[in-house]
């Protein structure tokens, strides 16, 4: 199912790369971080809307528990994109404007905030999955 594969992305990056970056020095940190990004960004994005047409299309094959939950899953992928785009995008978009090694100046508060809203997300991509899974056993 590819919303394992995306909500799997998610979750590595919090279970493996924020603790990784608590522990580095601050350049240390913003070339990871970018180089992070540089990997993940073209393709998490994509995955998404992949997952919200299939899962759109699903939904509206299907009747009864199959539909309702199709369409709640579908709502978290959507908060997540939204999450993504209004509130991590733009601290993904300042380590990137940088040179390579380059943190911002406020780069520690940045990262922070980057963590616990990127961990929450992949909280709320666990929680769409089981729910994408409840549907298709419904």
């Known amino acids: 199912m590819l ?3 995306w909500t799997g992305g998610l979750t590595t990056t919090a279970w493996e790369r924020i603790p990784v970056w608590r522990r580095l020095d601050p350049v240390s940190r913003a070339v990871d ?21 299939l899962g759109v ?7 009864g528990d199959a539909r309702t939950l199709a369409w709640i899953a579908l ?3 959507a908060l997540i ?9 733009p601290i993904n978009t300042k380590f990137r ?3 390579e090694g380059t943190p911002p100046p406020d780069a520690e508060s940045l990262h922070n905030r980057w963590s616990r809203l990127h961990i929450a ?3 709320v991509a666990v929680a769409s999955l089981a729910l994408f899974v409840s549907a298709t056993h419904s």
């Open 121 to 123: 997300r992949a909280v």
């Open 57 to 63: 299309v699903y939904a509206l094959r299907h009747d």
């Open 33 to 53: 971080f970018r180089r992070s990004l540089h990997r993940m960004d073209p393709t998490m994005p994509v995955i998404a809307v992949v997952i919200v047409v």
């Open 3 to 5: 919303s394992g594969l």
């Open 75 to 77: 709502g978290a992928v």
């Open 81 to 89: 994109v939204v999450v993504s785009i209004v509130l991590l995008e």
């Open 97 to 99: 404007r940088l040179p």
